[in-house]
């Protein structure tokens, strides 16, 4: 499973909006153990449901969804995501001869969704292979566009489908922003929390880079910057995605590589910014801790998470590499009255 994380880490999708709704289908295949088809539903990057190709029911994870939503509701979206799980069979192996590739783990995604702000909307889809785009659709002019070549016979085919493309863009300017609104009202006492992040710096051991962790905050936005001399440092300075915690709050990190910070300690120090917190919290390098056989330990990463479905939900959050936004596709056939997830399009051939 953690395979699957590792090739999809990228660029962390930061969100302007107040509120933002995405869903996050992935098909694998080869020799991984991982189901072969998962979705997972995040509002505001915290899990609301997760559907696998191993239990074939779609379920929801959290308190408020389980209470709001009855039966009807989670059988609809189970009875779709099974079609959608035999749609992306048949989309990786398409990907696959594309690529002319037959051997080795391979992945196909795709993402949609909306965001919500006070004064704005923004919604997108994308699908991706292997960790990297691979066709995208613009509503405003109603174009795919290939981002590889091996995509331009999808992109062919589906700019002349007019009148689906329509029905799309109406889609996600109407009636995703009015499933957004129905879970936040859901889940509102807890979407709407503002939660203050523990910071710690780490280090495996004296030679090792410096690793300046956040960790239980919420919501997932969050500022983190390595300072020299009070201004923002950047050289040698990696910036880690922010990721989910068991208990829905969010961890991210950002890494001092070089070791200059040992010859001037008191010029080194991270600085983070969140909206839980009163004010800036500073965290110098003369805190650092060891995290190995300490019990000051911080599960980083995949160490804090539990089971394929939070996986699954961190899968969502990375996305592939190159991406800065989502996406949702639908056809007119869906049951979208009572289900939330209607059955993506097909990358025919």
């Not at 933002?20 to 153990?33: F, N």
């Not at 997760?50 to 189970?78: C, H, I, L, V």
């Not at 995509?151 to 062919?156: D, W």
């Not at 709407?192 to 280090?203: G, T, Y």
Request: proline share 3%; hydrophobic share 35%.
């Amino acid at each position: 499973m953690r395979s699957v994380v590792l090739l999809l880490l990228g660029v962390h999708l930061a969100y302007a909006g107040t509120h933002s709704l995405k869903y996050v289908y992935t098909a694998v295949s080869g020799d991984i153990d991982f189901p072969e088809f998962t979705a997972v539903g995040l509002v505001d990057d915290v899990q609301i449901d997760y559907f696998d190709s191993n239990t074939m029911k779609d379920e929801p994870k959290t308190e408020w969804m389980r209470q709001s939503e009855g039966a009807d509701y989670w059988d609809s979206q189970t009875q779709t995501l099974i079609g959608t799980h035999q749609s992306f069979k048949n989309n990786i192996q398409v990907a696959k001869e594309r690529f002319n590739q037959s051997k080795g783990v391979h992945t196909f995604q795709f993402m949609y969704g909306c965001e919500l702000d006070d004064d704005s909307t923004r919604v997108h889809w994308q699908y991706g292979y292997d960790g990297e785009d691979f066709i995208s659709f613009d509503k405003d002019t109603l174009i795919w566009t290939a981002a590889k070549p091996q995509a331009f016979i999808t992109k062919t085919k589906w700019d002349e489908d007019k009148a689906n493309n329509k029905y799309q863009k109406s889609y996600l300017e109407t009636e995703c922003i009015e499933w957004l609104k129905k879970y936040v009202g859901y889940g509102k006492d807890t979407l709407e929390r503002k939660d203050a992040p523990k910071v710690f710096l780490l280090q495996k051991d004296p030679s090792s880079p410096v690793l300046c962790q956040a960790t239980g905050f919420y919501p997932s936005n969050i500022m983190m910057t390595w300072q020299k001399n009070e201004e923002d440092h950047y050289e040698d300075v990696a910036v880690g995605t922010t990721l989910p915690n068991i208990d829905g709050t969010f961890q991210k990190t950002i890494t001092l590589k070089h070791e200059d910070w040992k010859n001037d300690k008191e010029a080194y120090r991270c600085v983070v910014q969140h909206v839980g917190a009163a004010k800036d919290i500073i965290v110098t390098v003369h805190d650092i801790r060891s995290n190995t056989g300490s019990d000051y330990t911080i599960a980083i990463v995949v160490g804090c998470l539990v089971g394929v479905a939070v996986l699954a939900a961190i899968v969502g959050l990375v996305f592939w590499k190159k991406s800065n936004g989502y996406g949702r596709t639908s056809t007119k056939d869906s049951d979208s009255e009572n289900s939330a997830q209607p059955l993506p399009q097909l990358t025919t051939k």
